[in-house]
C-alpha cells in the first residue's frame, strides 16, 4: 500500500535499467508509463550505410600515405613530412568549411538528396584520390572529398527529425555505432 507499484518495479530493475530509467524521469522529464516508440530500423540502416561508407572514405589513406606521397613528392625528408600532413588535413579542413553551407542545404533541400550526394561524392573524390597522378591532384580529391562529406551533422539532424523524444538516444548511439564500425573496417582490412 504506501509503496507506489513502479517504485516496487524500479527496485528489482538492473543497474542499467536504473540508469535509463532515471535518465528518461529525471533528465528527459519523461512519465514512466509512457512507452518507447520504436524505431524507424529501414532508415536507420540506410543511414548507417551512408555513415558506414563516410567513415571509411575519411579514413582510408591512413594506412599508406606517408608512402604515395613520397613516392609523388621528390624532394628531402621535411619536405615530404610536411606534405604528409597536408593530405589528410586537407581533408578535415575543407569538411569544417563546407558543413555549414551542407547543413542550410539540408534544411533547404532535405536531408537525403544531401546524403546522397555526400556518398557519391565520397566515392567520386575517392576514385579521383586514387588515379591521381601528382601531389595537387591528390590534394584536390581530399579537398572534394571533405566538400561533399557533411554527413554526420545532416545524419544527426535526420534522427532528430525521424525519432521523438522517448528513442532519440537509441538513434544517436546507433550514428556512432556504425560511424566507429566504418573505421574499424578500415583498419581491419588495411
Known amino acids: 500500500g ?19 530509467h532515471l535518465f528518461k524521469t529525471k533528465v528527459l522529464g519523461i512519465s514512466p508509463d509512457v512507452k518507447t516508440t520504436p524505431l524507424p ?9 551512408c555513415l558506414v561508407s563516410n567513415a571509411m572514405a575519411q579514413s582510408n589513406i591512413f594506412s599508406f600515405y606517408g608512402f604515395m606521397v613520397h613516392d609523388l613528392v621528390k624532394g628531402n625528408a621535411t619536405d615530404i613530412g610536411y606534405k604528409s600532413g597536408y593530405l589528410p588535413g586537407s581533408y578535415f579542413l575543407a569538411q569544417g568549411a563546407s558543413a555549414t553551407i551542407l547543413g542550410f542545404l539540408s534544411d533547404r533541400y532535405g536531408r537525403k538528396p544531401m546524403l546522397l550526394l555526400g556518398v557519391f561524392g ?17 590534394i584536390m580529391g581530399r579537398i572534394m572529398g571533405g566538400v561533399v562529406d557533411g554527413s554526420w551533422a545532416i545524419a544527426k539532424s535526420y534522427v ?18 556504425a560511424w566507429s564500425f566504418g573505421l574499424m573496417c578500415i583498419y581491419l582490412f588495411n
Open 122 to 138: 565520397s566515392a567520386c573524390s575517392t576514385l579521383f584520390f586514387g588515379f591521381s597522378m601528382t601531389y595537387t591532384w591528390a
Open 160 to 177: 532528430s527529425d525521424i525519432t521523438d523524444i522517448t528513442n532519440r538516444t537509441q538513434g544517436f548511439i546507433t550514428l556512432s555505432v
Open 41 to 49: 530500423k529501414l532508415s536507420l540502416v540506410l543511414l548507417c550505410f
Open 2 to 20: 504506501l509503496i507506489p507499484t513502479h517504485a516496487n518495479k524500479f527496485h528489482s530493475m538492473s543497474t542499467t535499467s536504473k540508469i535509463s
